[in-house]
């Protein structure tokens, strides 16, 4: 515990400690405002879309009305710059996989309904804003209305209004599917970014701490007085737990700005652009349990990543050779981070599936699929099992590593040195 708070008072009180706030939170506002940019992107970006049905006819001329009503001037002439590019895709099935593989923004599958009427379906994974869905459930109105006049004589059977849905294309299925708010998808996506990216900076920050810090009571041989009047799991364990409150600290400052710039980025995007109020960017996708899961997966992936940099740190004699395991150490959290923003982007693959379940990486992957809403129960409960067995044992290996390296000195930073300590542990 007296190692913990002298930890923690060490970091707060220091100058690196503000900066780092201060370029962090910088950091947390700018990603909070990216929605504010992509709106503006968007108003000038061609939309893909997909359209499918089991009535090839059907799909044929949804296009052509689709792309004569949301394509043309208000005099029916061609617009300059088209926002929509339609295609027709062989089959509803078809048009589900070309949105999950990213080829397009959205698919639209149309399907005739047994009391009359079409069933339009937007399949998307987050690629299409609010506004551009409310224009495809116009053109979905116009193709309704189209059908029902070349179907049938207008006095023989009443128009049916069309059904509209948005669905996600994870859950999504020919004729059914989960229906979600494309505000609240962006929402939970925008959150995601935010989370993910604090945890991976946060993580491999406070993991050059840990070990910068026992790098410097070795290099003034504090370490070697510190041994003897504690053991080497008290060292160790109140070195983490001390940096990572301060940690926990620097956290809560960065993310209080970046969620008070979420809640105004919508309405300054409804100022400035003029858009229709539904289209602001809420905090929907900030929910109590995914608050909860990044503080959890933040705690365990800190554990875990500063042992190995507090095993590691052991190591070295010298602080310039904090530079050379940098890198390395940095490479899992790498490795876990670009996974991350794959599933942040709506990818279901079984790359991510298996990634969200590696220790090292489940802190990043399960957290942006949390997110996006795309995880079983018993998928969270191996992730956070396995990785909450695996801490204690990394720690363990780290406690002994860190007592075989107290007295290691003028030995070269290499991956041999490092395996034969591991081995000697």
Do not use: C, H
Not at 103 to 109: I, P, Y
Not at 275 to 303: I, Q
């Amino acid at each position: 515990a007296l190692v913990a708070r002298r930890e923690y008072s060490e970091r707060v009180r220091s100058k690196a400690f503000l900066v780092s706030t201060l370029l962090m939170a910088g950091l947390a506002v700018v990603i909070a405002l990216i929605p504010l940019a992509v709106r503006v992107v968007d108003r000038a970006t061609v939309t893909r879309v997909a359209i499918a049905s089991d009535d090839q006819a059907l799909s044929v001329r949804a296009v052509a009305a689709m792309d004569a009503f949301l394509n043309a001037n208000l005099d029916g002439s061609p617009r300059a710059e088209q926002p929509f590019v339609f295609e027709v895709v062989a089959s509803p099935e078809a048009a589900v996989g070309v949105v999950s593989d990213g080829l397009v923004s959205g698919a639209v599958l149309i399907e005739r309904k047994p009391e009359g009427g079409l069933d339009f379906q937007v399949v998307t994974v987050g690629g299409l804003a609010q506004d551009k869905a409310q224009i495809l459930q116009i053109g979905a109105f116009a193709v309704g209305v189209l059908d029902w006049t070349a179907s049938a004589p207008p006095s023989a059977v009443p128009f049916v209004p069309p059904t509209f849905a948005v669905v996600d294309a994870g859950a999504a299925s020919v004729g059914g599917g989960a229906t979600i708010d494309t505000a609240e998808y962006a929402s939970r996506r925008i959150v995601g970014i935010v989370f993910v990216v604090l945890s991976f900076l946060t993580l491999v920050f406070y993991g050059l701490w840990v070990a910068s810090g026992v790098v410097a009571e070795k290099a003034s041989r504090v370490m070697e007085l510190l041994i003897s009047a504690a053991t080497a799991p008290q060292l160790v364990v109140g070195k983490i737990t001390g940096i990572g409150l301060a940690g926990l600290t620097q956290v809560s400052l960065v993310l209080i700005p970046a969620i008070v710039m979420m809640v105004l980025s919508g309405q300054l995007g409804n100022t400035l652009l003029g858009d229709d109020p539904a289209a602001a960017t809420s905090l929907a996708g900030l929910s109590p349990g995914l608050l909860a899961a990044f503080l959890v997966y933040f705690v365990l992936g800190f554990a875990l990543y500063a042992s190995l940099y507090a095993g590691a740190g052991s190591l070295l004699s010298r602080a310039e050779d904090l530079q050379v395991i940098a890198l390395p150490l940095s490479i899992p959290a790498i490795m876990g981070y670009l996974p991350a923003v794959l599933a942040l982007s709506g990818s279901t693959s079984g790359f991510i599936r298996f990634a969200s379940y590696v220790p090292l990486w489940s802190p990043f992957v399960m957290l942006s699929r949390l997110a996006v809403g795309r995880v079983e129960p018993w998928e969270l409960a191996l992730s956070l099992g396995l990785l909450i067995a695996t801490v204690p044992l990394v720690a363990l290996l780290a406690i002994r590593v860190y007592r075989a390296g107290v007295l290691l000195y003028g030995q070269p930073p290499t991956m041999r040195t490092f395996l034969r300590v591991v081995r000697g542990a």
